[in-house]
């Protein structure tokens, strides 16, 4: 069947922050690593369907297809496989439709970015599918320049998500740091504060203090965070 056969749609976006966990087991697939392009797993249980997803995405992605929903999770549960940037996978399928897959998949540990893909997605559907962590929702046939669209957007957003969470990291390591150098060295350095604060000012921070300059950073990860929460919200009331 060839993509055009699959064309003519009206797509339906839900979207949300996604996160990328990584597995510390060994016996589970290893987290995902730097790659050229970023590995995608595409799931569905036509064949020619698997053949477009190849013909139209093999290019710019690293393309895994996978026949069903069970093969994917029996796959993952055998360990030794790399986890994906994200998936795409068919509603409907035999043994496992690609929600409970979801959910299998994050009861060992990986909640991975994924859009789904449905011939017939009802309000129920469309619910369940978002409360077990599916990020966007198309309806087939799609156009194959529209999951495209999707697919780079869940990546950027995924990136976003990656960096928020390693930034947010330092800056509370920071913060840590701080704190343990003023219990470690207040009793054997009387000037302390002072010398970090000179030192931050001769960084050009002006009349800033080291404590000054990490709780501001702390007030603004607050910002972040509530900024997030409020765009999740206004994300879900679009669907």
Same mark, same amino acid.
């Given at each position: ?47 020619d369907m698997l053949e477009v997803f190849e ?22 549960a055998g360990g030794n496989i790399p986890v ?26 990986? /909640? ?32 194959p320049a529209t999951l495209e669209s999707y ?56 009349? /800033? ?31």
């Amino acid at each position: 069947m060839s993509s055009a056969a699959k064309a003519n749609v009206d797509s339906s976006s839900i979207g949300t922050d996604a996160k990328s966990p990584e597995s510390k087991s060994k016996d589970r697939p290893s987290p995902p690593t730097a790659r050229s392009k970023p590995l995608i797993y595409f799931v569905d249980d036509e064949p020619d369907m698997l053949e477009v997803f190849e013909a139209c995405f093999a290019r710019k992605f690293e393309v895994r297809t996978f026949p069903s929903a069970y093969d994917l999770v029996e796959t993952f549960a055998g360990g030794n496989i790399p986890v994906p940037q994200l998936i795409v996978t068919d509603l409907r399928m035999a043994k496992m439709d690609g929600v409970k897959m979801l959910a299998a998949l994050k009861s060992m540990g990986h /909640e991975i970015p994924a859009i789904l893909l449905s011939g017939n997605v009802d309000k129920s559907s469309a619910v369940e599918a978002l409360n077990h962590g599916f990020y966007r929702i198309l309806e087939k046939p799609f156009e194959p320049a529209t999951l495209e669209s999707y697919i780079n957007e869940l990546l950027m957003e995924a990136k976003i998500s990656r960096v928020r969470e390693e930034v947010r990291l330092h800056v509370r390591k920071l913060a840590e740091i701080y704190q343990a150098m003023r219990m470690l060295l207040a009793g054997r350095v009387d000037n302390l504060n002072e010398i970090l604060d000179e030192a931050v000012r001769s960084q050009g921070s002006g009349t /800033e203090s080291f404590e000054d300059i990490v709780s501001r950073l702390e007030k603004r990860l607050d910002e972040l965070l509530k900024v997030e929460e409020v765009t999740d919200l206004l994300r879900k009331g679009r669907r």
